[in-house]
């Protein structure tokens, strides 16, 4: 099994960033899928997640109205699209695979996003 994420990088504050991961080694449209993300010194936290067909989406407060989710089961690709960026959403962005919610399921190894104010 392997998550692959990408999209990662250096941008400004307010600016953009679309992030992906490339799922393979599982039946990706059976697995709910989410993004996490751990800032420096701080614990990983729940971004943003997605049921299996994409119609069911729920975000941290934090990045309501400003991240958008979604998946190409045809792909086997998740995306987290980033609009307005702040300071504070510079972490390590994990995607995250699982079949059922008690469950740690599948983790990338990490893109790194960094926001300069």
């Known amino acids: 099994v392997r998550l692959v994420e990408s999209g990662g990088g250096l941008v400004q504050a307010g600016g953009s960033l679309r992030l992906s991961c490339a799922a393979s080694g599982i039946s990706f449209r059976i697995y709910s899928m989410a993004w996490y993300r751990q800032a420096p010194g701080k614990q990983r936290e729940l971004v943003t997640t997605i049921n299996i067909d994409g119609s069911t989406t729920n975000y941290a407060d934090s990045v309501k109205g400003r991240f958008t989710i979604s998946r190409d089961n045809a792909k086997n690709t998740l995306y987290l699209q980033m609009n307005s960026l702040k300071a504070e959403d510079t972490a390590v962005y994990y995607c995250?695979?699982?079949?059922?919610?008690?469950?740690?399921?599948?983790w990338g190894q990490g893109t790194q996003v960094t926001v300069s104010s």
């Open positions: 995250n695979a699982r079949l059922r919610s008690w469950q740690d399921g599948y």
